[in-house]
């Protein structure tokens, strides 16, 4: 069935860049997402990119699908404090179902 | 201000004592869905609704029921909740499936432990 995959946890150091990977299994997917939850938060979205799409930049955000190998990642610049929350890579499949993976704790060290 | 209302955001609750988690959206969406998140799970969909009156079973609904009687309510209710339904849970909504990305907006979460 469709899967979203990614690593549980991530640590970065504050200034440096972050890259937040995630791999899906339906090759129809239309729209692959990044949705941020900050602590005691509900998920808000990042951004999202279409699948004809292989990158999608806003500000110190950025999208790179490689649709081949069905892997999406999210790099963000200089990382600052405020990026520490959890990280959802979803999916929306073919039936229009949107899969979420289980998302990456992003760790900011000092 | 577009938002989804849950209420209420913390329950404690004993064994069998039935109870429901209200949420409202102010922005017309047909979409509604329910959500829960665990450690090591992610977020596991429960039920979903297309529109009104037409509701769903998601990945995991036994335990759960839910109602769409109007466009913008989408209660849950745990009829006789157990401590396996302690959880942290967020409803979402977006416009609507089909053409378009179907961007989710989600609630603050209601946090529900089962004595």
């Known amino acids: 069935g469709e899967d979203v995959e990614q690593s549980l946890f991530l640590s970065v150091r504050e200034g440096d860049s972050s890259v937040i990977n995630c791999t899906y299994t339906?090759?129809?997917?239309?729209?692959l997402y990044w949705y941020k939850q900050e602590p005691g938060a509900g998920l808000q979205l990042l951004t999202y990119?279409?699948?004809?799409?292989d990158m999608k930049q806003d500000q110190r955000l950025t999208v790179l699908l490689n649709k081949k190998d069905k892997h999406l990642s999210l790099r963000i610049a200089d990382t600052q404090t405020g990026d520490s929350a959890i990280y959802f890579c979803?999916?929306?499949?073919?039936?229009?179902?949107?899969?979420f993976g289980k998302g990456t704790r992003l760790h900011i060290l000092p | 201000e577009a938002q989804v209302t849950q209420n209420p955001r913390y329950l404690i609750t004993v064994t069998g004592k039935k109870l429901t988690v209200t949420c409202s959206q102010n922005?017309?969406?047909?979409?509604m869905s329910w959500y829960r998140q665990d450690p090591g799970l992610g977020l596991r969909q429960i039920y979903y609704?297309?529109?009104?009156?037409?509701?769903d079973k998601g990945d995991v609904p036994e335990g759960y029921k839910v109602s769409r009687k109007e466009k913008r309510n989408f209660p849950l209710i745990l009829e006789s909740p157990s401590p396996n339904q302690t959880s942290l849970y967020f409803c979402a909504s977006s416009l609507g499936v089909g053409a378009g990305a179907n961007v989710l907006t989600f609630g603050a979460g209601s946090r529900l432990t089962v004595l």
């Open positions: 990119i279409f699948s004809n799409m």
């Open positions: 922005m017309n969406h047909e979409y």
């Open positions: 609704s297309m529109n009104v009156e037409v509701t």
């Open positions: 339906d090759s129809s997917s239309t729209y």
């Open positions: 979803a999916e929306k499949g073919e039936d229009d179902k949107i899969i």
